[in-house]
């Protein structure tokens, strides 16, 4: 086996196993290359939900730093 690939036992849902072999059979795959494609999707989907979070609390943080520039400006013209 390949030094890259790991053998791993999984428990399924038997009819959705069935479903999907035949789904692959029409793409001449196998139900390892299905597996590869979703675990690959969920990693790069987490990827991008963790630099969105980030994105997210710098977009926030911004947000409250102009809000306390707006504030202290507004302050400053009442003087």
Sequence with gaps: MNKNKVRINITVDREKLE???TKL???G??????????????????SR??????YEKRFEDIERRLRRIETMQNKTKHF
């Design 19 to 21: 479903k999907a072999k």
């Design 25 to 27: 059979n029409l793409f």
């Design 29 to 46: 795959g196998k139900l390892s290359t299905l597996f590869n494609a979703y675990l690959t999707e969920f990693v790069e989907s987490m």
């Design 49 to 54: 939900d963790i630099n969105n979070k980030n």
